[in-house]
């Protein structure tokens, strides 16, 4: 993967602290999801990203669909996605994703994609087509889109909004002084012209930030600024871990304190819904950013019992 820092074999990784040890996935929901997942040939973000939620979302019942392949155009360093070129263009894809929807029957579900940037419309036009798909097989579950920046393309990103699902999401991923490093191919102001038209289009947007990359506090407070700037309602931020020693090595794992001095100072900000903790992911407890006003209560909710 060009461009990605690398460790060495004799390198040793830090070691993880006990805040981010996870459930080993078990039980019968997460085995239906498994069989479900492997019955319709369709791919996940929870297992291509290597996210260490697997087992608590499918234990529930729950997973991130990831559309156009498994194969990314993109190499960012963080992103264990496998990088090359991709496959051709499943059309029948949609459809069997709200297919797996309803069998599933989520109340809310998360779809995101890899990058296409070898063809014309970036992947919109499946996009927009397993949007309606879904919508017209399960019309009364929610959706969030966690979508890529289809390079700034305006008609592209419209698809996105024609299409309305409840939350589309586009993650900025650092701060804009390592955006460059850490997702290579991106541009950290074209990330947030893309988040500021899907809001004046009424789009409820979202975005996430990974830490422990080498970002100072600062740089990530400002980077929570701009995204408020440009009309994010909803923002997740949880800590970078390294899929493979090929990827960005983690330089240092962030206390759960500072996760709630972020989550603190995001709703000072005016954000609707700040989703931060070591193990947050962008799609962690995404059913409950559907809704307004119940971030924020939660949290106060939630520090009156640390307090307590």
Not at 41 to 65: D, Q, R, V
Request: glycine letters at 8%.
């Amino acid at each position: 993967m060009s461009g990605c820092a690398t460790t060495t074999e004799a390198e040793p990784r830090p070691k993880k602290p006990d805040w981010l040890r996870v459930k080993l996935p078990i039980g019968e929901s997460y085995k239906n999801v498994r069989n479900l997942v492997d019955t319709h040939k369709l791919h996940t973000i929870c297992e291509s990203g290597n996210c260490p939620n697997m087992g608590e979302c499918w234990g529930a019942g729950t997973a991130t669909f990831m559309i156009l392949g498994n194969v990314c155009t993109r190499s960012c360093g963080f992103c264990a996605v496998a990088t090359g070129r991709p496959d051709a263009i499943d059309w029948d894809e949609p459809q069997r994703v709200a297919e797996a929807i309803y069998l599933m029957k989520v109340k809310h579900a998360v779809i995101t994609s890899v990058d296409r940037d070898e063809i014309k419309d970036g992947g919109s036009i499946i996009w927009y087509n397993t949007i309606k798909a879904v919508k017209a097989l399960n019309p009364d579950t929610t959706l969030e889109t966690l979508v890529p920046d289809f390079k700034g393309e305006k008609e592209n990103i419209q698809r996105i909004v024609e299409a309305a699902p409840e939350v589309v999401s586009h993650n900025i991923e650092t701060v804009e002084r390592m955006t460059r490093q850490v997702r290579i191919q991106a541009k950290y102001w074209r990330s947030m012209e893309v988040l500021k038209h899907l809001k004046e289009q009424g789009m409820r947007t979202k975005s996430g930030i990974m830490l422990g990359l080498g970002e100072a506090k600062e740089e990530v407070l400002q980077t929570m600024r701009d995204l408020r700037a440009n009309g994010v309602d909803v923002i997740t931020i949880g800590q970078y871990l390294q899929p493979t020693r090929k990827h960005l090595p983690v330089q240092r794992f962030v206390h759960p304190d500072e996760f709630n001095e972020y989550t603190e100072a995001g709703y000072d900000m005016g954000f609707d819904y700040v989703e931060s903790g070591p193990l947050v992911r962008s799609s962690y407890h995404s059913e409950k950013h559907v809704f307004e006003g119940i971030g924020k209560a939660e949290w106060l909710r939630k520090k009156a019992m640390m307090v307590s």
